[in-house]
């Protein structure tokens, strides 16, 4: 009966190291899990500030070489005048809403107005959130008016 109590301590014993060695690894893996997690996000967020840099730089090459619209010119000017805090983001979306297409509905202006505000005071791309519905400069529907006239021609 003693080699039996004997026993059963020595396995009540290993059980416990067994039990000890194994929080101590679930301990070690969650460690693990947390530090690869964070490495991603910091990744994520390095990935996210390059794409706003690489996106800043277009639009400062698009003006240097003159491809840039007038209102994308201005658009990228009052993006500079708000992070230089010379003018306000409100103030700024005022000016960005005159150069709105007048053919876009009412809610969507808002929308634009919106989103631009939040990219103002965030620091993003606003020329890339509100291109799609500036105005077009009259050269701008010349061409597209020859480009559809020759292609018209064309055979």
């Not at 014993?13 to 947390?34: H, N, P, T, V, W």
């Not at 690869?36 to 996210?48: D, F, T």
């Not at 053919?103 to 103002?120: G, Q, Y």
Request: aromatic fraction near 2%; hydrophobic fraction near 35%.
């Amino acid at each position: 009966m003693n080699d039996e109590i004997q026993d059963i301590e020595t396995l009540i014993k290993q059980s416990g190291e067994l039990s000890d060695s194994l929080i101590r690894l679930a301990r070690k893996l969650q460690e693990r899990d947390r530090h690869r997690a964070q490495s991603r996000e910091e990744r994520a967020q390095n990935l996210a500030t390059l794409h706003k840099k690489l996106t800043n730089l277009r639009s400062h090459i698009d003006l240097v070489n003159g491809t840039a619209t007038p209102q994308e010119a201005v658009v990228e000017l009052l993006r500079v005048g708000v992070a230089d805090k010379t003018i306000s983001p409100d103030s700024a979306v005022e000016q960005l809403a005159k150069l709105l297409r007048p053919d876009l509905p009412v809610s969507r202006r808002i929308e634009i107005r919106e989103t631009a505000k939040a990219a103002f005071e965030a620091g993003d791309d606003v020329l890339g959130k509100v291109r799609p519905f500036l105005k077009e400069t009259p050269q701008e529907v010349t061409a597209k008016q020859r480009a559809s006239k020759t292609i018209a021609v064309t055979p």
